[in-house]
Every structure is written in structure tokens, then in C-alpha cells.
């Protein structure tokens, strides 16, 4: 009995001490798009975004941040390892502001992708009617619906649509809005969007933490990847940029890039705010290990943080319980015998966790595309495994258990059922003793 219940707690301790290991998907050092039949190599073309449908297909966002990037939406395919502009070629003509111009947060869910389209292409000023939300059918590839940010919601001037989360409880989307201005010299004007998706013939969005503490860049944090500094001349400024919705939809994450805080708000109470401006959003925060990029929630409560100081996945569990204390919560890294350098975001596919790393501390005037400065691909994406966990939109895992040393209730009531198991085992052993004993002792009288 002893030596049996010993074994399961050197289990359990061995699973919490454990790093999970993560693994190359696949690498490249510059990115090919299929045209109209021809390969065409791309070096202005740099991986961020990457999500995946119901059927495993991998979608990948590329940014026009800067000149002759041929499509900024588009299908990786992992035969050819060719990437094809999606929905077509012409959906992602940047001379209509119509069309889809420049790419970078997206979410897929239940056959749907919703693409946010910054409207910014080149850091120049983007076109009128270029900032929006643009819903596609993915069977069918047909546009459903268009939503137009106008100027009080995300000012041309300022907006960089960065983020976005689905909130299929309420049907809203969540989008951060990093405002990085034009002109440099101006301050940055971040803020949240809430956009209402039941309402399709107009445009029905709130606009919420405008230039709130919480999601401007720390003036005070230079940088640095891998302990090498970021922009040698001014230290980078980007607000809020990272955003995660929990799986009960209650709690919306946030972090500036330029800062190791992270950030939550209560949906409901914010709503409420909004609504009848009755009483402040209340923010919780508590202090991250390093500066991020992406965040994701998942089904079992799991926060998947990226670090970009550092190239590491961070796993925070139950974060939600306890903020103030994360800075001395323990965080559970993803480990790899392969180097990670930016990674930006993050998606859940069939028990798995992948994220893109592409290097944009370095893009596109330090990348070498013949031989990466990095001794390896100037792309990656990567992943590991996250056994039961899914997708936040699935919604919380009401079945699991959350086995730790902390929750001591489950340990005791687990060794208590154990032992009345055992008890029942041997007494059960012990009473078909005494019935073959008296059975023994009846033929033996009936020998006699």
C-alpha cells in the first residue's frame, strides 16, 4: 500500500516539474507565394499572424509594412510549403481600399474567419474606408459582412489595429488597437475596441481605455531580444497589443508590447461601463516575466504568454484567481533544443499549441535570406503538445481537475478512496477465506 501510493505522488511530482518540450513544424528563410500559377519569392513578406480551420488548414497574415508584399492574407500549403493568397489574389488588392489591404490579427471560428485589416500600408496614411473588420464564409470564401471603423472609433492618424477576440457568448469582438502614430513624434493614443456583430447594416462599436494607463508603452522599458537592444536611436513604443478572452467569456487579457505588465478587465462590469458609465472599469495587473507579444486562453484555463525577450511560451494557470499576485506566480515554459526569436502568435489545433516566429526585431534589413544571421530559418513556426486543451471559443473544460500540490482537497479525498478501495479489496479477500474455511471444515464432518 505504502509503496503504491509513493509511486503515484513521484508521478505527479515528476509531471509538475517537467518542462514541455516544443518542436519544429516547419522553417523558412523566404517566403514563396503561388500566383496565378508562378513562384514568386517575396523578402518584404514577413509571417504573423497563424490560425487554423476546423479541418486543420493553416492561415497566415502578412502585414504590408512595407513595400511589395503580394498578398496579406493567405493559405499555407503543406505539400508545396507555398503560401496562396486567400480568399483570391484580387481579395487582397491593396489598391481598393475594399479589398483586403493590410493584415495582421485574425480569428477562425466554426467555419468563419474574421480579418482585421489595419488599412496602413508602408506606414503611410491609410485610405478612407480601409480600417475594418471583414467576415468570410470559409467553404464558400464569400465575404458576409464588412465593418467599417470610422474616425472617433479608429482615427487614421493613430490606429494600428493589432488584436483581435471573438466573444461568441455576447457576439462581440475585442480588438486592441496599439496607436502608434504616423508621425512619430506624436504620443501614442492606444485604446479597445468593442465591436457588436449582431448589427450588420451599420457600424455599432465603442471604443474603451482610450489612452488609459494600461495600455500605453512604458516610456521607461527599452527592448531587448536576446539581450540585444531594439531600435538603436529611441526605444520601440507600442501599446496594447496581445489580448485574450477567457473561456467563460468573463475576463478579457491585455499587455502592451512595450511593457512586462499584464492586464485583465472584467467583460460584464466593462459593458456596464459603457452602457450607463455608473462606475469605473475595474483592472487587475500583476507583473510578467518579460516583455509579449501574443496571448491565448485556452479551454482548460491555461494563459499562453509569449515572451520576445527571450524566445520563451509561458503557461500560467488559473491566472485569473489571484492577479496581484503574479509576481510570484511560477510560470511553466516550453522548452526546445531548437531557438526561438520573436514569437508573435499564438493558435490552438488538435491538442496542440503553435506560434510563429519571425524575427521582426530584425525584418527586413537585418534578415539574410541566403544565410540567416540566426544560423538557422528566418521563419518558424513551432509547436507542443497541450494533451485535453483546446481553444478558448470551445469554451471551459467543466470535467477537469486541477492537479497540483496546491489543491490538497483532491489529494486527501483521492488517498481516501483509495485506501477504502483497498479496505473493500481485503475484506472482501478475507470473508472468501472464511467461506472456503467452513466449507473446508463441512466436508471434512461430512468425511467423518
Request: proline content about 4%; some cysteine; aromatic content about 12%.
Amino acid at each position: 500500500m505504502n509503496k503504491f501510493l509513493f509511486q503515484i505522488l513521484l508521478i505527479k511530482f515528476s509531471i509538475q516539474i517537467s518542462e514541455t518540450p516544443f518542436h519544429l513544424f516547419y522553417g523558412w528563410n523566404i517566403t514563396k507565394f503561388s500566383l496565378n500559377n508562378y513562384d514568386i519569392n517575396c523578402t518584404t513578406c514577413m509571417p504573423a499572424g497563424i490560425k487554423f480551420d476546423n479541418e486543420g488548414n493553416i492561415y497566415v497574415s502578412f502585414p504590408r509594412w512595407f513595400e511589395n508584399v503580394y498578398a496579406t492574407f493567405a493559405l499555407f500549403n503543406k505539400t508545396t510549403h507555398l503560401f496562396q493568397p486567400w480568399p483570391s489574389l484580387e481579395e487582397n488588392n491593396y489598391n481598393d481600399s475594399n479589398k483586403l489591404n493590410s493584415v495582421l490579427g485574425f480569428e477562425i471560428f466554426n467555419g468563419t474567419i474574421y480579418i482585421l485589416d489595419q488599412g496602413r500600408i508602408n506606414g503611410s496614411l491609410p485610405k478612407d474606408n480601409s480600417m475594418k473588420l471583414v467576415v468570410y464564409d470559409i467553404k464558400s470564401k464569400n465575404r458576409t459582412r464588412t465593418y467599417i471603423f470610422p474616425k472617433e472609433i479608429a482615427d487614421p492618424e493613430f490606429a494600428f489595429l493589432n488584436d483581435i477576440v471573438i466573444d461568441i457568448n455576447r457576439n462581440l469582438a475585442y480588438i486592441s488597437d496599439s496607436g502608434i502614430p504616423i508621425d512619430d513624434k506624436k504620443e501614442n493614443k492606444p485604446g479597445l475596441i468593442i465591436l457588436n456583430l449582431t448589427v450588420t447594416d451599420k457600424i455599432n462599436a465603442t471604443r474603451v481605455l482610450d489612452s488609459n494607463e494600461t495600455v500605453m508603452p512604458d516610456e521607461t522599458f527599452w527592448l531587448h531580444i536576446n539581450k540585444t537592444k531594439v531600435k538603436e536611436n529611441s526605444p520601440m513604443k507600442t501599446g496594447i497589443d496581445g489580448i485574450a478572452l477567457s473561456c467563460d467569456s468573463n475576463t478579457l487579457f491585455y499587455t502592451p508590447l512595450t511593457s512586462r505588465m499584464l492586464y485583465s478587465l472584467n467583460i460584464d462590469q466593462m459593458l456596464e461601463h459603457i452602457k450607463n458609465k455608473s462606475h469605473s472599469i475595474t483592472i487587475y495587473s500583476g507583473f510578467k516575466k518579460e516583455a509579449s507579444d501574443g496571448l491565448l486562453y485556452s479551454s482548460n484555463d491555461n494563459l499562453y504568454i509569449t515572451g520576445i525577450e527571450s524566445g520563451n511560451i509561458y503557461i500560467a494557470k488559473n491566472i485569473d484567481d489571484d492577479l496581484l499576485r503574479m509576481d510570484y506566480r511560477e510560470f511553466k515554459v516550453l522548452k526546445g533544443n531548437i531557438s526561438t526569436m520573436w514569437p508573435d502568435t499564438l493558435a490552438i489545433y488538435d491538442a496542440k499549441l503553435f506560434w510563429i516566429s519571425n524575427q521582426l526585431n530584425n525584418f527586413p534589413h537585418n534578415i539574410n535570406f541566403d544565410n540567416p544571421i540566426t544560423g538557422h530559418d528566418n521563419f518558424r513556426i513551432f509547436y507542443a503538445e497541450i494533451e485535453n486543451d483546446g481553444n478558448y471559443l470551445l469554451g471551459c473544460n467543466l470535467m477537469k481537475i486541477n492537479w497540483s500540490f496546491g489543491n490538497i482537497a483532491i489529494w486527501v479525498i483521492f488517498a481516501i478512496a483509495i485506501l477504502i478501495f483497498l479496505s473493500f479489496v481485503i475484506m472482501g479477500s478475507n470473508k472468501q477465506e472464511d467461506i472456503i474455511d467452513k466449507n473446508m471444515n463441512l466436508d471434512l464432518k461430512d468425511n467423518y
